[in-house]
């Protein structure tokens, strides 16, 4: 299944999903326990972040395919409802992948 198949499908029973970096051509399996920051920064990965609440905006990241689900307080409605960027800090997708512009 190509990763636009997946950024239109539902989101897996367990709650995880795969981000792929658009500009590294890499894709990370997300886990229902862990953030995509967390997976990202353990595999090396180097992301911006700062508060790790969804607040500051620091990591703030472009969505190019995919629904995120929004759980920050630094976007504004409109801007969530949008679906072009995000907080991968605390927000996490409703689709079976998101494509981000890292």
Not at 44 to 51: H, K, R
Not at 75 to 92: G, K, Y
Request: net charge negative.
């Amino acid at each position: 299944m190509s990763h636009d198949d997946l950024t239109q499908s539902p989101l897996a029973a367990d709650g995880a999903f795969e981000v792929h970096l658009a500009q590294r051509g890499e894709k990370y399996r997300v886990p229902a326990d862990q953030s995509i920051l967390r997976v990202l920064s353990d595999a090396g990965v180097d992301v911006p972040f700062a508060c790790e609440q969804g607040v500051c905006g620091t990591c703030l990241t472009q969505v190019l395919a995919g629904q995120p689900d929004h759980w920050d307080m630094f976007l504004t409605p409109e801007e969530q409802a949008a679906n072009t960027q995000m907080m991968i800090c605390c927000s996490r997708s409703q689709t079976a992948a998101l494509v981000l512009d890292i």
